[in-house]
């Protein structure tokens, strides 16, 4: 079987290309508060709870310079739990916020492959939601977040330059479903503009739920696809 991965070839470029200018960012964010709950039917309880305005969260972000305006790019980035220490996931992903690679060029854009944001949540919580998405006022609250709402697995994403302030987005996300290649896939499109103090976006997303595959494991659903749910993952 023949295979040929960009990741592979991005890897390489990282690690062969000893002359090039590269750069490695480690960000992060840690979030925690005293919380108190009342009302419940068990009465009130106390609690540190993690991710109160956002996720606790840290990240790897790197960059290196191949030449004539082309970059290798990555990005791996985990959440979690600040009270307790604890991935902040359902899944027990490692890098279950973003975890990509590709290419970057001055003029003709990226290509990303991996885990990344859908251009529907990008939309509301950078633009569409003054909360930033975080707090009890969070367009969370209105719209629906959940698993591959917010990000994907398996995607290819392509962003192009910004031309007087107008810039586009592709996602294509596969589904990886033997015998059925629309199943669990899903596609995005952004068209954003940002100029002086206008900021819009129109964005368009269309799933595909996943079908029901024999031989899968006790308790899960059929028809999923291939994003699983992420719990306090925004």
Do not use: W
Request: aromatic letters at 8%; a positive charge.
């Amino acid at each position: 079987m023949k295979k040929l991965t960009l990741a592979a070839l991005v890897i390489g470029a990282f690690s062969a290309s000893a002359q090039a200018q590269s750069n490695v960012t480690i960000y992060g964010l840690v979030d925690a508060g005293l919380v108190k709950e009342s009302g419940g039917a068990a009465g009130s309880v106390t609690k540190v709870t993690s991710g109160i305005g956002g996720q606790s969260r840290i990240g790897f972000r790197g960059v290196e310079d191949l030449g004539n305006g082309l970059s290798a790019v990555f990005a791996l980035e985990t959440g979690f739990k600040a009270d307790d220490g604890t991935l902040d996931n359902t899944s027990s992903a490692l890098f279950n916020r973003q975890a990509y690679v590709g290419l970057k060029s001055k003029e003709l854009g990226s290509f990303t492959l991996g885990r990344q944001y859908t251009m529907l949540y990008n939309a509301m919580s950078q633009v569409a939601d003054p909360f930033g998405a975080g707090y009890a006022g969070s367009i969370k609250n209105l719209f629906a977040t959940a698993g591959a709402n917010t990000r994907v697995s398996n995607a290819m994403v392509y962003a192009s330059p910004v031309v007087s302030g107008f810039s586009a987005e592709l996602l294509y996300a596969l589904g990886e479903q033997a015998g059925d290649s629309t199943a669990g896939r899903q596609i995005g499109f952004g068209l954003n503009y940002a100029q002086g103090p206008l900021n819009a976006r129109l964005v368009y997303r269309q799933p595909q739920p996943g079908h029901r595959r024999r031989g899968r494991h006790p308790g899960q659903e059929p028809g999923r696809s291939q994003e699983h749910p992420a719990g306090r993952e925004l």
